[in-house]
Structures are given as C-alpha cells and as structure tokens.
C-alpha cells in the first residue's frame, strides 16, 4: 500500500510539473511589466521636475528641450513598447497568478485522490487475509472442523465488511463444503451467484454442492444449473464430468459417455485424469450395450474372489486394465450399532453409508441410504453411487468408509450424530466392518 502511494505522488508531481512553469514564466512576466510601470512613474516625475525648472526660469528654453530629449531617449531604452499598463493592473494580475498557482497545487494532488478512491478499487491496497494463500489440503484431517475456525472467521469478518465481495462468498462455501457443512455452502454460493449469475464455474460448483444436499443425487436442481453451466461454456470440464454423472445415475448410459467423451478430448492424454475417464466412458458404453459392467466381469474373473492382477501384467484393452487395476469398483462390508449407542437411536433415524478418501478432500466419494431399523446392515458402495465424474472403479488411493445416523436426517454431520469409520481400505475390497460407536460433538 505504501509503494502505491508513492508511486501516485510521483505521478501528480510529474503532472504538476508540466502546469507549474507555465504558470511562473507568466508570473515572471507580470514582475517585469511592475518595474516598468515603476520606470515610467519615475520619468514622469523628472518631467515634472522639467517644467517646473522652465517655468521657474532656472532651464533656458534650449536647456529644457534638451534636457527633455535625453530623458525621452532614455525612457524608450528602459520601457519596452507597450509597457504603459498601469501600475495597479499589473500588481493585480500579480495576485491572481499566486492564487491560481496555489489552487493548482492544492487541487491537482485532491482531485487524483478523490477519483481513485471514487471510481478505484481501494480494497486491492489492503493485505488480503491469510485465508486465501492457505493450502486447503493441510486442513483436512481428523480434527480439520477445528482446523478451520479461524479460517471461517476470517473469511466471516471480512464479508461482514464487505458483502459484495463475490470471491470471499466463493471462498466461504469452499471451506463449509470441505467441511462437510453443505447447507452453509449453499448459502455462500447463493450470495456469490446474487451477484454474478452466468458464471460457468459457479453454476457447476453450486450444483455439486446442491446435489450434496440432495442425498448427492445430480437429478433435478442440480442436472438444471450443470445444463446452464454447459450452455454458458459447452467446455467446462467440471460441468460435463457431472453432466456424465447426472445421465450414469438416470441409467442413461449412452449420453453419459458422449459427455465423459467431450471432457476426455480436454484433459491431457497421458494424465491420471485421462485414464480415468478412459474406464468410465467403457464402463458406461459396455451398459449402453447391453453387456453389463466392466468392472462386475472383472471381478468375477478374478480367482478366489481376490483382486485381480495389475492390468500392467495382463493383454487387455486399456479400458478392461483400468478396470482390473481398480478391483471390481465396490466397497462392501457390515455396518452394526455399539450396544452402547442402541438407546440413542430410533428405528426411523436416517442411517448414511458412505466413503470418502482417507486423505485429502473430506466430501464423500459414494453414499447409500438406509434407516437405524435396517441395521446390522449389509452394505455395497459401487460406481452407480459415486460422483463427479470420477467412478470408484479409477480411485487408486485409500479411502475410509463410514456410517452416520442422522436424527434430523441431513446427509451432513451434525452435533449429536451417531458414527463409526472403518478402518482405511482400497476400492475392492469386501468384509469391511464399521461399528457405529461414537457421538459428534
């Protein structure tokens, strides 16, 4: 900020230097035009004195008319032609040119300022909050709620003194989505959308957090705002990873394809990305056709029920490798209530089965609703449940798979939540137990 304003001083003292000597030379000028006016009060005297001198008999006339020739002479010496302005216009003039000058210096510096603060972004001389230059990922672990608090007051702090500030709305529902705290989400994309409402990326961001309210279903709301998004830039490729997702969950397997095709023409080729949307688009053409899934076959294949071997060591096509590599796409095990916690849980109480990436982002990767009544309960998370593009099939990395009974039945975890998590796991695997044995604070 400091550096701005020295820089802008620098500006306004290099504009006051291109009026300021114009102003000085006429100032200059105005003194030169005050002492002729001085030399020819001082000659009138003398002739003055001349006639007196003549009248008094002390100058013959001879003497006189010379006299008054030498003196004629020497005035058309000092006083240029034109030099008869008076006395007090001059003095005037005078004045006025050191006012102007002092209202020039004074307006020029008060008028810069005030147009910049009028029509500048003063906002952009103020340190923006450490918020923004924090990486996201450090913040995502077991106790990352805590972890976020002064992000969120920061960012609440600094909205309540600027509302308008779109990318602080956009900022805050980044960090409630991260927290899972979905319906605050929506209301911070909600304001940032108030204000611009045709933005690709926001309209694709607010329907993810939309369908996360929603029991992560993409149909209805959501699939609307990811077509807005789509018809505002055809190649946005968040919008089309989930407009594909959108069309997987309605069985529309046919156009889920041609939507992961378009967002596979934009990633690199040779890119994780890649390879992944590689297996969901043979996924999703071999349920097109009628085959059935990819990833089903491979795991039937597989001997003894175990993981099939690395695609690396197998001819196959691409598509049925990464199939392989991700051990059949599905997640399946128990879930059972602590004895503990039976007293406080209802038969109607929503139960939330779901899995989420051990480390990183803390947004569920599949989820499946069933109620306390249906436990102990069996469960199998597959592609069919996933989102974003990105099917469980193609996810390499561990992941935690957890069970929540909600009273007021929001998929988010709130105070008062019942849970348990399993132990970490990898896509494929089976006989995974979760033993809801905990109460959120």
């Given at each position: 900020m400091t550096s701005f304003w020295v820089v802008a001083g620098i500006f306004i003292v290099g504009a006051l230097l291109f009026v300021l000597p114009t102003l000085l030379r006429k100032k200059d000028y105005q003194a030169g035009g005050g002492r002729d006016s001085t030399n020819i009060s001082i000659y009138r005297d003398?002739?003055?004195?001349?006639?007196?001198?003549?009248?008094?008999?002390?100058?013959?006339?001879?003497?006189?008319?010379?006299?008054?020739?030498?003196?004629?002479?020497?005035?058309?010496?000092?006083?240029?032609?034109?030099?008869?302005?008076?006395?007090?216009?001059?003095?005037?003039?005078?004045?006025?040119?050191?006012?102007?000058?002092?209202?020039?210096?004074?307006?020029?510096?008060?008028?810069?300022?005030?147009?910049?603060?009028?029509?500048?972004?003063?906002?952009?001389?103020?340190?923006?909050?450490?918020?923004?230059?924090?990486?996201?990922?450090?913040?995502?672990?077991?106790?990352?709620?805590?972890?976020?608090?002064?992000?969120?007051?920061?960012?609440?702090?600094?909205?309540?003194?600027?509302?308008?500030?779109?990318?602080?709305?956009?900022?805050?529902?980044?960090?409630?989505?991260?927290?899972?705290?979905?319906?605050?989400?929506?209301?911070?994309?909600?304001?940032?959308?108030?204000?611009?409402?045709?933005?690709?990326?926001?309209?694709?961001?607010?329907?993810?957090?939309?369908?996360?309210?929603?029991n992560g279903s993409l149909m209805g709301q959501p699939q609307e705002l990811i077509n807005k998004a789509l018809r505002l830039d055809p190649k946005n490729p968040k919008a089309l990873a989930l407009a594909g997702t959108a069309e997987f969950e309605q069985k529309r397997f046919k156009q889920a394809a041609v939507y992961w095709e378009q967002l596979l023409a934009l990633v690199p080729p040779e890119s994780d990305l890649a390879r992944s949307v590689s297996n969901s688009i043979a996924e999703a053409k071999s349920l097109a056709s009628g085959k059935g899934s990819i990833m089903a076959r491979a795991q039937d294949q597989a001997p003894g029920g175990q993981n099939p071997p690395p695609a690396g060591n197998r001819p196959e096509s691409a598509a049925a490798a990464g199939a392989t590599t991700a051990g059949g796409g599905t997640l399946s095990g128990n879930v059972t209530l602590s004895p503990a916690m039976a007293g406080k849980a209802s038969p109607n109480d929503s139960l939330y089965i779901f899995?989420?990436?051990?480390?990183?982002?803390?947004?569920?990767?599949?989820?499946?609703?069933?109620?306390?009544?249906?436990?102990?309960?069996?469960?199998?998370?597959?592609?069919?449940?996933?989102?974003?593009?990105?099917?469980?099939?193609?996810?390499?990395?561990?992941?935690?798979?957890?069970a929540r009974i909600s009273k007021s039945g929001s998929p988010m975890p709130q105070s008062g939540d019942l849970q348990g998590l399993s132990q970490a796991a990898r896509v494929g695997d089976k006989g995974i137990n979760v033993v809801i044995d905990q109460t959120l604070p």
């Open positions: 003398q002739l003055a004195d001349l006639d007196n001198d003549l009248r008094s008999d002390i100058l013959t006339r001879e003497q006189y008319e010379q006299s008054k020739r030498e003196l004629q002479q020497r005035m058309l010496e000092d006083v240029p032609q034109g030099g008869s302005v008076t006395t007090a216009t001059l003095v005037g003039g005078g004045n006025r040119n050191v006012a102007t000058i002092a209202l020039v210096v004074l307006a020029i510096p008060l008028l810069a300022v005030s147009l910049y603060l009028w029509l500048g972004n003063t906002r952009a001389l103020t340190p923006q909050p450490a918020v923004e230059q924090m990486p996201m990922q450090g913040m995502t672990d077991e106790g990352g709620h805590q972890n976020f608090s002064a992000v969120l007051d920061n960012l609440t702090a600094r909205l309540k003194e600027q509302p308008n500030d779109m990318e602080g709305w956009v900022m805050l529902g980044r960090t409630y989505a991260m927290m899972q705290r979905f319906p605050e989400a929506k209301s911070a994309y909600e304001k940032a959308l108030a204000m611009v409402p045709d933005d690709a990326e926001l309209l694709t961001d607010y329907a993810d957090i939309v369908a996360m309210t929603n899995a989420r990436a051990k480390v990183g982002p803390r947004a569920p990767l599949a989820t499946l609703r069933l109620q306390v009544k249906d436990l102990p309960a069996t469960f199998s998370l597959n592609d069919s449940m996933a989102r974003s593009g990105v099917q469980l099939s193609t996810f390499a990395d561990e992941v935690v798979v957890g």
